[in-house]
């Protein structure tokens, strides 16, 4: 498994040579929408409704990240020709 707890998420992606930490990373935020979504249905206090919201904005950036990355990266090699 792939360490995914790097400082420098931007680097790390970058540097994804297999794809395999971004694979992982795909995958753990999954899991976390995941959980998100389960306690969004299961009904939240007003402080946790907010804060299950900034989470799952930041799943989103996190995600959005992921794909901007993929996407320089396809470009650098040439592939999105």
Do not use: C
């Not at 360490?3 to 795909?26: E, S, V, W």
């Not at 939240?44 to 993929?70: C, M, W, Y």
């Amino acid at each position: 498994m792939t360490d995914i707890d790097t400082p420098d998420l931007a680097d790390a992606l970058a540097n994804d040579q297999d794809g395999t930490f971004r694979a992982q990373l795909t995958e753990y935020l999954g899991t976390w929408r995941d959980k998100v979504n389960q306690a969004r249905t299961e009904g939240l206090a007003p402080g946790d409704f907010e804060a299950v919201n900034r989470l799952a904005h930041s799943i989103d950036q996190a995600e959005k990240l992921i794909r901007f990355f993929t996407t320089l990266k396809v470009l650098a090699t040439g592939g999105g020709n």
